[in-house]
């Protein structure tokens, strides 16, 4: 009895243990925002899971533009054995290019920010690997076994991860109409010494910006 029970934990905490969170956690906000307190789990326009918060006094039509600050790595970014500075400078590339057009279409983009307008900052947080979630094959007593040793050892598939927190603000007042805290997942990667690169990545970072581009507040 002793020894199934002792069965049963160890299976439980396997199970625990391959279950990845699939918005950011308290421990991963970087501080680029400057109160994380209001920010609540939704769903974006996809049905993809984020934490956001939006000022309930927010009003779109109060606004004629947005001015757009490029996109920044906060805290700042550098290369790593798995993630190349090459690949840093694509990731960011792409989402400044890409959340400039979507922020575009909301309304236009202004020179300098005035009263009656908004002001979009974005950072790349985190740019990372998880290991993936188990799959139901693999609670099985043995299967369950393997792939926690295969984790352990740094062999187990993982999911590209990247981390994004944006903010708009009002321009006269200069405080926070909308947060958002936003994790994406990419590819996958074989193990958790394979590099992460700019075409694993950049699906979570369409999935991102066409969210932005149908953000429902802005419309």
Same mark, same amino acid.
């Given at each position: 009895?002793?020894?199934? /029970?002792?069965?049963?934990?160890?299976?439980?905490?396997?199970?625990?243990?391959?279950?990845?969170?699939?918005?950011?956690?308290?421990?991963?906000?970087?501080?680029?925002?400057?109160?994380?307190?209001?920010?609540?789990?939704?769903?974006?326009?996809?049905?993809?899971?984020?934490?956001? /918060?939006?000022?309930?006094?927010?009003?779109?039509?109060?606004?004629?533009?947005?001015?757009?600050?490029p996109?920044?790595?906060?805290p700042?970014?550098?290369?790593?054995?798995?993630?190349?500075?090459?690949?840093?400078?694509?990731?960011?590339?792409?989402?400044?290019?890409?959340?400039?057009?979507?922020?575009?279409?909301?309304?236009?983009?202004?020179?300098?920010?005035?009263?009656?307008?908004?002001?979009?900052?974005?950072?790349?947080?985190?740019?990372?690997?998880?290991?993936?979630?188990?799959?139901?094959?693999?609670?099985?007593?043995?299967?369950?076994?393997?792939?926690?040793?295969?984790?352990?050892?740094?062999?187990?598939?993982?999911?590209?991860?990247?981390?994004?927190?944006?903010?708009?603000?009002?321009?006269?007042?200069?405080?926070?109409?909308?947060?958002?805290?936003?994790?994406?997942?990419?590819?996958?990667?074989?193990?958790?010494?394979?590099?992460?690169?700019f075409?694993?990545?950049?699906?979570?970072?369409?999935?991102m910006?066409?969210?932005?581009?149908?953000?429902?507040?802005?419309?």
């Open positions: 009895m002793h020894l199934k /029970w002792s069965a049963g934990l160890v299976m439980l905490s396997l199970i625990l243990a391959g279950c990845s969170s699939k918005v950011a956690e308290p421990t991963q906000f970087s501080g680029f925002l400057s109160d994380y307190s209001q920010i609540k789990p939704t769903s974006s326009p996809s049905g993809h899971q984020t934490l956001r /918060w939006i000022s309930p006094t927010f009003k779109s039509a109060d606004y004629s533009g947005i001015y757009y600050t996109v920044v790595y906060y700042a970014a550098r290369p790593t054995a798995r993630i190349s500075q090459q690949t840093l400078d694509q990731v960011r590339g792409y989402v400044d290019t890409q959340l400039q057009q979507a922020a575009a279409r909301h309304k236009p983009l202004v020179s300098k920010p005035a009263p009656g307008t908004l002001i979009l900052k974005t950072a790349i947080t985190s740019v990372s690997a998880e290991n993936q979630d188990m799959k139901f094959y693999e609670v099985v007593p043995v299967a369950a076994v393997v792939a926690s040793t295969m984790a352990a050892s740094g062999h187990r598939t993982q999911n590209s991860v990247l981390f994004l927190e944006l903010e708009l603000l009002d321009a006269r007042s200069g405080e926070p109409v909308v947060k958002v805290v936003r994790k994406a997942y990419g590819k996958s990667v074989a193990n958790n010494s394979a590099p992460i690169t075409d694993e990545l950049r699906s979570g970072i369409d999935e910006v066409h969210d932005a581009a149908a953000f429902p507040a802005l419309q």
